[in-house]
């Protein structure tokens, strides 16, 4: 790959600005015209304190001016206190794990030692320009990183760069749109009810019955049930994608997970 496609602003920073955000946006997405840049020059950019962003933008800094996209971050914060903090050796672990390539990271302006703070790179194989694409991108990946900040997921979104350094992983390989989603990892139970606090002798019997619907959902034969109703689909590692989705019409947006039975909607954000 020669180069990517992006944003980059003309103002560099040794330390997180203190200029407003309408201000950084409007330089860097409406002033500011995309430029191709090669992977080790944009790695050497956020080194140097430049803010990018990495959804292409036209007429405007807000979501509905994004048209494409061809690098996607994720900001680990670690600000969970429920959790234990993710470090930058877990976190390649991670994407070693589930065969999704890591370009490069690099450490936040507020990064410390006993708090890393950090984002993740990926550039993809192709250039992203459906946005509910994009969306289910970010969705997966940030499934993936319990620390990882889940606002960041705006197209119109920008990160700052960086005056505390960070490392290219991967030149070779880049991250695939199908593995990313099949990679996605749904929410336990224990996470969508962690918000729930008094447990009388009715919760004791709703959670009785969750148990038997909890099997009943896991027997029960979805992808046959979705196969029936969609038709066409291929093998993706771990499930498989549907090329027709009765939800919304769209094509190869509805996806099966076999270790979950489970199935995952694409089509977030715009239609």
Sequence with gaps: METIKLHIDTVRYNSKPNESAAIIKN????????????IVDLFDKINDGYTISPGVMSGG?????????????????????????????????????NNIPLTFYYYSFSHIPEHPKYRLCFILDEVITEYQKRTAILQSLMSLFDQADKSCRDGSRYFYGTNKG?????????????????????????????????HTENDYKVNIEDDELDRLKRDFDLFGYIHNRNGEYKNISGGAMFKNCEICGHNDDLVYYKNTNSFFKENFGRK
């Design 61 to 97: 800094a807000k979501s509905e001016n994004w048209t494409e996209q061809q690098v996607f971050l994720i900001d680990i914060d670690n600000n969970n206190i429920d959790i234990p903090l993710l470090n930058i050796d877990e976190a390649i672990k991670i994407c070693e794990k």
């Design 27 to 38: 330089r860097l997405q409406k002033e500011t015209a995309p430029i191709e840049i090669k």
């Design 166 to 198: 960070g490392e290219i992983i991967n030149l070779n390989d880049y991250a695939n749109y199908e593995n990313i989603i099949s990679a996605f990892i749904p929410l336990e139970k224990d996470q969508i009810t962690d918000s729930l606090s008094a």
